[in-house]
């Protein structure tokens, strides 16, 4: 009997908490609360009219926001001034707000890696910035009620797999309770587990632009971790020695997480409309260490 009335109780308790999740997904956040998997867009994310040499291979410009050139002008940005500088086709492919499941995603995806009219690229410079670990970890935004998939890929036996449909479980990690538990998760799983999944995404991105452009060079540009800090998500910087493993593996690796270059955390060289994102005062000291270091 006393087996049974538990039964009964745990039952109703999975219940309510089904009735719980239904009433948050209708009352809260009503359609926009479906879960969906973002596309990424074809289209340059920067377009600009600067005069280049279309004898010289092209370079492309990838990450998030911090690439996009978010807070500032668009002659400012990143890929603005490698153009202007090295009189190379730079294509932005800066992604706001994600990372580099998006970037993958882009590769494999979308007509501009398959578009014939692009110039062969040289390198690809991917921007790394601390937060981009949440982004790989995490399925939703875990401070709003966005309702946008975060991880286009599933892991199995190490490898990425696309993920092209929702499930059960996506309608459940989306509510506000789950996308706490989740933050907590990522809170408490320790750097190297972040680092190892962090380079599953980067060797398959090289992997997957070794297939349409068999030359080129990945380069991974690792962002100044205390400006990362001022981003709202409070990520502690991501700080690591393993990225000497990349570069023994053929990435060439360009830090400015170093003390050399604490000083780009400084207002001076943040965006005073955003106080987030660098300005063109960081990008005019970085993009010559990086035209210097490639040979541009």
Not at 8 to 22: A, E, H, Y
Not at 89 to 107: E, F, H, Q, S, T
Not at 121 to 133: R, V
């Amino acid at each position: 009997m006393f087996c049974k009335i538990i039964k009964i109780t745990l039952i109703n308790i999975i219940f309510i908490l089904c009735v719980f999740i239904l009433l948050e997904n209708i009352i809260i956040w009503s359609k926009f609360y479906i879960p969906r998997i973002c596309e990424v867009s074809e289209n340059d994310r920067v377009e600009n009219t600067l005069e280049y040499n279309k004898n010289k291979k092209s370079i492309i410009v990838a990450g998030c926001s911090f690439t996009y050139g978010s807070g500032i002008l668009f002659n400012e940005n990143i890929s603005y001034k490698l153009q202007q500088k090295t009189k190379r086709k730079v294509y932005n492919r800066g992604i706001p707000a994600w990372g580099p499941n998006a970037n993958l995603k882009d590769i494999q995806t979308t007509s501009f890696f398959n578009n014939h009219k692009i110039i062969e690229p040289e390198y690809y410079i991917y921007t790394f910035i601390s937060d981009h670990l949440r982004r790989i970890y995490i399925n939703y935004w875990d401070t709003d009620f966005s309702n946008e998939i975060y991880n286009f890929y599933k892991i199995r036996n190490n490898e990425l797999i696309l993920r092209n449909k929702i499930n059960l479980l996506d309608y459940i990690q989306i509510t506000q309770v789950m996308k706490r538990i989740n933050r907590r998760i990522f809170d408490l799983t320790p750097d190297d587990k972040k680092f190892d999944r962090l380079k599953l995404y980067l060797y398959t991105m090289r992997s997957e632009l070794i297939k349409r452009y068999p030359n080129i060079k990945m380069v991974i540009l690792v962002y100044n971790t205390d400006l990362d800090t001022v981003y709202t998500h409070q990520i502690k910087p991501f700080k690591t020695e393993r990225w000497k493993e990349l570069e023994d593996d053929g990435f060439i690796l360009l830090r400015f997480d170093t003390p050399e270059f604490e000083f780009l955390a400084d207002n001076k060289y943040i965006s005073e409309f955003d106080n987030v994102h660098p300005n063109g005062k960081a990008w005019d000291i970085i993009v010559p260490i990086i035209i210097k270091k490639l040979g541009l």
